[in-house]
Structure formats: C-alpha cells, structure tokens
C-alpha cells in the first residue's frame, strides 16, 4: 500500500485546511485509514482515523468538534477537512491505513507527511 498526502500549508488561526491522502497499491486489503500528527518534540499522535467498511469514524480530543474525516472508497481517497484551526494544531500530518497482512494483523502504512503550518 502507498499513500500519498496533500493539502497542507500555512493558515491564520481560526482558518481552515483540506487534507487529501490517495492509496494505491493492495488497498483491496486496508481495513481502516486516519490522520496522524507530530509536533516538533512530541511523539505522533492520532488525529482521527475512520473505517473503511462501515465509516465509523474515531477522533482525538484536540479534534472533535473541529476536524471532519472522510473516505471516498471509490476513488480510494481520505480526507481531513479541518476548521477553527489552532497554533497548537501546527504539525506534520501523517496519512495512515492499516491493511492487515497473514503474519502481522495490524500492518500499517504510512505516507510522506504534509506540513501543517497555523499562524496566532
């Protein structure tokens, strides 16, 4: 599975940004994609993931009420729709879908980051 993220930038506070992430490869296999991030010296963190068959959809605390996830299964795309933007939400966001594989159930795959740059 390889994915490729897009859609970061810099934006003002209280602004908003679209993430997009594309899979290719096996994904017949993924089981569920999301969004991580991570802060300059701080460990990545989930932001939200959703899934893939029947679209529920987990979001972390910092996230709720703000951010939306969405996967379009039929261009095999996921994407971060993210409101009410923070300085604290700067960060390199991190696309992510678990595919499982016979001898490792929870295989993850990442791709490359998208910087996410809020400004106060």
């Known amino acids: 599975v390889q994915l490729q993220a897009s859609g970061g930038g810099l934006v003002q506070a209280e602004g908003s940004l679209r993430l997009s992430c594309v899979a290719s490869?096996?994904?017949?296999?993924?089981?569920?994609m999301g969004w991580y991030r991570q802060a300059p010296g701080k460990q990545r963190e989930l932001v939200a993931d959703i899934s893939k068959g029947d679209g529920i959809s987990n979001y972390a605390d910092s996230a709720k009420g703000r951010f939306t996830v969405s996967i379009d299964n039929t261009k095999n795309m996921l994407f971060l729709q993210m409101n009410s933007l923070k300085p604290e939400d700067t960060a390199v966001y991190y696309c992510?879908?678990?595919?499982?594989?016979?001898?490792?159930?929870?295989?993850?795959?990442w791709g490359q980051g998208t910087q996410v740059t809020v400004s106060s």
């Open positions: 490869g096996s994904i017949f296999s993924i089981r569920s």
């Open positions: 992510n879908a678990v595919a499982p594989i016979p001898e490792v159930p929870t295989q993850r795959y």
